[in-house]
């Protein structure tokens, strides 16, 4: 489905909030388009008024006093009133004067000693006519003035109208724009968490975090500024035409070209505006993805004096940013304000051409109020224009981001099941499996054991020879290509990721602690497990030891990743953390290689603490803290060599026996 139609999709999920938005729109746009024919109005019926035809006639309501007589215009004459002489006042120059006669003709008109005279072409007439003075000029005025008060109250109105209108329509599109992106960030978040983890193996975390930031906020000014904007524009423009049209059909067929030229350039500007808006975004989400693998890795940066050379590296990302930026600026400069420019001129000439012609045609009446309300529309005309062309490179931005965010939100991923099972006893064999990250490319082959419930298995061998990945395997981070993993009896393939996991613990090497309190990281806010649980579980690892001097206890706020802790310390949260869940399955991967020898003494009373009553999966470099384990599996380029005891594999003098060797030798010379 294209990116278009996905978007509208979001849209349509709050469709009431949208149409109500429209309607308030509609509004007030016909609202504020009613003004230049109020303007109209004003000026043909009562300011350029005045000249059309008066009769003398008795006094009464919107009559005027000239001379002894009263006179009354024919617009405000009823039917039933008496109409006497036709009289006219006519505009010469600056000067108004009183004509005692019938005025047919219309044209250039020029006054001098009594006489009116006008020419329109090769006629000329004459008229005897009395010059009007201040005062006597306002009385012929003075009744339009209630009138054009009246027009100009109804203008008020509509202007409050459209402004009342025009709030509740911004409100609402702005609400349901940011209701929309609150669902699609949503949406975004948790398809993350239904992403299987050799996904994240090939995107770096901040470009994960540029899709869910960056880009929901590029498709926020979508809703929010450019579907508003468009909306808005496409009513002004739809209502100003059919003010035209009554206004005058010729010209606002004329002015109908607009659009065909409108539509063709969009298409023009889209073309190149989103091949650099591609790139713009790629650009944003490879610095987001190097300042987060910068902070990450800072120590390492600065203890290896690598400042200058990741200074470059970012320098070259920015500076490619920047170039694409600036051809989309020049893109924009060059046709956005230039092009509704070209268009209002050409309009402009078009309706000097129209009406200059018009004018010097005998049979023409084009009345001041109708110049005035066609160039007021044709000025406002260009506005929505000018609105639409504006937002065009956000429309383009916006595209491009949600094209982005849906390319993450079609990854294949699997639901987060909240099927409940009972805790299961912890049987686990692995048969003849086979698996490998690449196609083709094994890095475990055939291997083949049994963990009875309660025993402890330990997994050692050199880097790389696929400790790890049997624990990948174990926890459905990723699944073989061959054989089969039964857990009591059922094949894990059979059971879903989450439902299988409940029962499994995890402690890690290196173990990752969020943001929060030691607390709230041992029950990661599980409402299951109480605060009772959590301290007894801290208590059993032997933690209350390491912790009690902290002002605020097991409440001691913890900063991103625990930085602010010993790797120790957090060692033994993530060992509580384990406790805590009661898992059937326990995986230690590696978990006293990176601790003070005092705080390992600690550690291994309290693996022995966690591994009660469970099957215990042990990955460890130092053999001597697997003494113990009930079977040892020797891993050696993805296969298992040898398997056995501790006490079973150094009678067996193989590869074990030398590894413990080696060990003890570089323990003895380090002593």
Known sequence: ????????????????????????????????????FIAKRVIDQHIMGIESVWYQTEAGEDTVSYKGNYYKRDHYLA???????????????????????????????????????????????????????????IKFYRPEIP????????????????????????????KSANRIIQKMREDVFGQIQRLPIRYFDNLPAGKVVARITNDTEAIRELYVTVLSTFFTSAIYIAGIYVALFILHVKLAAICLLLLPILYVWMKVYRK?????????????????AMINESIQGMNIIQAFSREKETQKEFEALNNDHFSYQNKLLSL??????????????????????????????????????MLYAFVDYINRLFHPVQGIVNQLANLEQALVA????????????????????????????????????????????????????????ALVGHTGSGKSSIMNLLFRFYDSQKGRIVIDGKDITEMPRQTLRSHMGIVLQDPFLFTGTIASNVSLDDPSISREKVEKALSDVGANRIFRNLENGYDEPVIEKGSTLSSGQRQLISFARALAYDPAILI????????????????????????????????????????????????????????????????????YYQMYQLQQGSNTLAG
């Open 1 to 36: 489905m294209r990116t278009g139609k996905r978007l509208f999709r979001y849209a349509l999920s709050y469709k009431s909030i949208i149409i109500a938005a429209l309607a308030m729109l509609t509004i007030a746009v016909m609202a504020d388009l009613a003004g230049p």
């Open 79 to 137: 039917e039933d009133e008496v109409k006497l002489a036709e009289v006219r006042i006519l505009q010469a120059g600056r000067e108004f004067v009183f004509v005692e006669d019938a005025v047919e003709l219309d044209g250039e008109r020029s006054f001098s000693d009594g006489t009116l005279t006008i020419k329109k072409g090769k006629q000329e007439e004459s008229f005897n006519a009395e010059l009007l003075k201040g005062d006597e000029l």
């Open 147 to 174: 009138k054009i008060i009246q027009l100009l109250g109804v203008y008020f109105v509509l202007i409050v109208i459209a402004a009342f209108f025009q709030y509740g329509q911004r409100y609402y599109l702005q």
């Open 272 to 288: 190149f505006a989103s091949k650099y808006n591609h790139v713009i975004r790629a650009r944003v989400s490879d610095i987001n």
């Open 332 to 369: 924009n400069s060059f046709t956005s304000h230039n092009l509704v420019g070209v268009l209002r001129n050409i309009v402009f000439v078009a309706f000097i051409w129209y009406f200059g012609a018009e004018s010097i045609t005998p049979s023409a009446v084009i009345s001041l109020g």
């Open 402 to 457: 949600g094209e982005r965010v849906f390319k993450l939100m079609d990854e294949e991923g699997i639901d987060v099941s909240e099927t409940e099972v009972p805790r299961y006893k912890g049987n686990v064999v692995f048969e003849n499996v086979s698996f490998g990250y690449k196609e083709g490319e094994y890095v475990l082959k055939n291997i083949d054991f049994e963990a009875k419930h309660g025993e402890t298995v």
């Open 588 to 655: 230690l991967d590696e978990a006293t290689s990176s601790i003070d020898t005092e705080t390992e003494a600690i550690i291994q009373e309290a693996m022995e603490v966690l591994k009660k009553g469970r099957t215990t999966f042990i990955i460890a470099h130092r053999l001597s803290t697997i003494r113990n384990a009930d079977q040892i599996l020797v891993l050696d380029r993805g296969s298992i060599v040898e398997k056995g005891s501790h006490e079973e594999l150094m009678e067996l003098k193989g590869k």
